[in-house]
């Protein structure tokens, strides 16, 4: 079965940094391109990041570009989203979602979320 | 970077109806869009690909059409459990992007 399980998530103070991390299991995470989609709080889904199954090649959203950083790790079957300089409007939920890769265009597995909250 | 428009913002329907969600992009995408669902607390849903293939496990009941700018999502016959959110989401240019989303609320 397939399993997308975020974790990083919490309250930071603009201007912070956090980690978030995606842990997959249940296919073979270094065959799949990644995505980081998310959610403020009663708003619609933004998609954030996307990196390739090797992590050679790699895309963000221009509200993100410059302060956050996508990367993985295939030997551990993880993915990562370091987030600096966090402001108040980047409060969401995130989430990790499988690209449906040679199969498709679509996300087709998502985890459950994680929440970031950027607040004084 | 392509803005996707979806109408109407809400479709109140009833059980057994059928709904037609659109989805409009501000250039061609080609084929390569998605449909989701998404249901309160939970995650989005994959329920269409590349414009007209169902995911795995997808109802029958739901199909997708269009190419260029213009998308429908289809619903056939509507069950209790499709009230939900939809968005779809371009997969032709960087930055990908989603649609705003159209509320479908039990009439």
């Known amino acids: 079965e397939v399993q997308l399980v975020e974790s990083g998530g919490g309250l930071v103070q603009p201007g912070g940094s956090l980690r978030l991390s995606c842990a997959a299991s249940g296919f073979t995470f270094s065959s799949y391109e990644m995505n980081w989609v998310r959610q403020a709080p009663g708003k619609g889904l933004e998609w954030v990041s996307y990196?390739?199954?090797?992590?050679?090649?790699?895309?963000?959203a221009d509200s993100v570009k410059g302060r956050f950083t996508i990367s993985r790790d295939n030997a551990k079957n993880s993915l990562y989203l370091q987030m600096n300089s966090l402001r108040a409007e980047d409060t969401a939920v995130y989430y990790c979602a499988r690209d449906l890769t040679i199969f498709g265009h679509g996300l087709d597995y998502w985890g459950q979320g994680t929440l970031v909250t950027v607040s004084s | 970077e392509i803005v996707l428009t979806q109408s109407p913002a809400t479709l109140s329907l009833s059980p057994g109806e059928r709904a037609t969600l659109s989805c409009r992009a501000s250039?061609?995408?080609?084929?390569?869009l998605a449909w989701y669902q998404q249901k309160p607390g939970q995650a989005p849903r994959l329920l269409i690909y590349d414009a007209s293939n169902r995911a795995t496990g997808i109802p029958a009941r739901f199909s997708g059409s269009g190419s260029g700018t213009d998308f429908t999502l289809t619903i056939s016959s509507l069950e209790p459990e499709d009230f939900a959110v939809y968005y779809c989401?371009?997969?032709?240019?960087?930055?990908?992007?989603f649609g705003q989303g159209t509320k479908l609320e039990i009439k």
């Open positions: 989401q371009q997969r032709s240019n960087w930055p990908n992007t």
């Open positions: 250039q061609s995408v080609s084929s390569y």
């Open positions: 990196i390739s199954s090797s992590g050679s090649t790699i895309y963000y």
